[in-house]
């Protein structure tokens, strides 16, 4: 059997896949079993920040493997100490907690809030808000806080203390917290999956006003748009909010699995020993990539993000096929007249890889992207959206 074959016999079928298997890259150009190569406009979901086969990144995972890859949370280690400094004094967030994805980062998080919220305001109060349209991850608690009902009518009874209303609708928002005992609110700055949609900074900053005033705690979900993706740090610098937990995964790890929740001054000291914990979270290998990453995040490189992503917002809008180009910095969305799918099979073939998000094409590529590559594989795009 070839790996298609093999991979069908025996892992679940969780996945819709594209018919590729990728054997092989450097950077942002991956190779198939036949050799075809392409340009990945992908980077396995905004995880592979700086590309595949990342020569830096290789060095500081691998030197750690030589050390110690794992060796769990009941010791001390340098690589999840410095990465936690880094990331706090980046954000001017006071700790953090690292997990294994993105799920679990928010995990901790709601975690984190409804403490907060018991210890503060009673037993009662652990209502977590969402928006419609977002997409917090698949365990039950990120499922149930996920806005969209395609992703719940298998998986019933959810957990309660969620619930959902309409994106950029304070209204909205602020008679929820009439009608329910709110601990927090979660959002992503720019929906991600729900279609690369970025909220109204004014909305924003309205939310986080009502959170601060009426103690309610502010979580911004940037397990897709953080770690230079939007072409800042994270993404809510942009939206002008301090939030109070900010989780955080995909490109943190650059290609290893990675989460974390940092925590704001308020919650800084809300879990004690034995309130939450993972096995493997923040290992030695995963957090020395990260800081690999991490330390090649300047402004050099997200003035190179936004720079990228303005050529990307040009060549697109108003190109025959595309109705409308979304998103922030290097996270973009594309409304085709034509189907995604269809779109993709064809941008495939020409040696192009992207993904889709909801009805619409959605470009992640690597941040360190080579201008060329980006040209040649925009272009491919626009031809295959024209009509
Ligand atoms: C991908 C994603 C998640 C889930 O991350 P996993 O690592 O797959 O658990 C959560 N929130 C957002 C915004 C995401 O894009």
Request: with cysteine; glycine share 10%; hydrophobic share 40%.
């Amino acid at each position: 059997m070839n790996t298609k074959q093999t991979d069908q016999a025996y892992v679940a079928h969780t996945y819709a896949r594209f018919p590729v298997e990728i054997v092989s890259g450097r950077g942002s150009e991956v190779f198939d079993e036949t050799g075809k190569r392409y340009i990945d406009l992908t980077s396995g979901i905004g995880v592979d920040a700086f590309g595949v086969a990342d020569p830096a990144w290789i060095a500081a995972v691998t030197a750690q493997l030589g050390r110690v890859q794992h060796i769990s949370n009941l010791f001390y280690t340098a690589p999840a100490a410095n990465l936690a400094q880094l990331l706090c004094e980046r954000t001017g967030m006071k700790r953090v907690f690292f997990s294994n994805s993105g799920a679990e980062a928010n995990e901790c998080a709601i975690k984190a809030a409804r403490k907060y919220a018991a210890q503060t305001k009673g037993a009662d109060t652990y209502t977590i808000l969402t928006l419609e349209k977002s997409f917090h991850g698949r365990t039950l608690a990120t499922l149930s806080a996920t806005g969209q009902d395609k992703y719940h009518a298998q998986f019933q009874p959810l957990l309660p203390g969620f619930v959902h209303t309409p994106a950029n609708d304070l209204d909205a928002l602020k008679a929820a917290a009439e009608t329910h005992k709110l601990a927090a609110v979660m959002m992503e700055c720019v929906q991600g999956e729900g279609g690369v949609t970025a909220l109204d900074p004014a909305f924003v900053q309205g939310a986080a006003a009502f959170c601060k005033a009426n103690d309610i705690l502010l979580i911004i979900d940037e397990v897709q748009t953080g770690n230079g993706r939007t072409g800042t740090l994270y993404a809510y610098e942009q939206f002008g909010v301090k939030p109070d937990l900010v989780t955080t995964a995909k490109g943190l790890g650059g290609g290893l699995p990675l989460g974390a929740c940092l925590f704001g001054e308020k919650v800084q000291d809300v879990f004690q020993p034995g309130d939450h914990g993972s096995t493997s979270g923040g290992s030695p290998a995963a957090c020395a990539g990260a800081l690999s990453v991490l330390g090649r995040i300047d402004d050099k490189l997200l003035s190179e993000v936004r720079a990228k992503s303005a050529y990307l917002f040009e060549i697109f809008t108003g190109a025959e096929g595309i109705e409308s180009v979304s998103g922030l910095g290097l996270m973009i969305g594309l409304k085709t007249t034509k189907p995604a799918p269809e779109i993709l099979a064809a941008a495939r073939e020409r040696g192009v890889l992207a993904l889709t998000a909801k009805e619409k094409i959605r470009l992640l590529p690597a941040l360190n992207i080579p201008m060329e590559q980006l040209k040649e594989a925009a272009g491919i795009i626009v031809d295959c959206c024209k009509l």
